[in-house]
């Protein structure tokens, strides 16, 4: 089964963005509003996801994809402003 391989892509994503957002985020209440906001906002369409999707696939698999379709328009945010070379803000 592919279950492994989607968590394990979904959770790349969350770990690129979270290592790479204090790059291009200031440091202090905005970087720690960034990720928390991420994370809970993950967590949370990860569980209603899971408990909404029955025997489709395994709740672990499905919190993972959460996580990752959450941190998928950051992921295009930080890429964007890696190849703008911008700053933080």
Do not use: Q
């Amino acid at each position: 089964m592919l279950f492994p391989a989607i968590a394990t892509v979904a959770l790349l994503i969350v770990v690129y963005v979270h290592a790479h957002l204090p790059r291009f985020t200031a440091r202090g209440p905005k970087r720690l509003a960034a990720h928390a906001t991420l994370l809970a906002a993950g967590l949370g369409f990860g569980v209603v996801s899971a408990m909404l999707s029955g025997p489709a696939a395994p709740p672990w698999v499905v919190v993972a994809s959460g996580m990752g379709v959450v941190h998928l328009p950051a992921l295009c945010v930080l890429v964007l402003k890696r190849l703008r070379h911008s700053g933080r803000s």
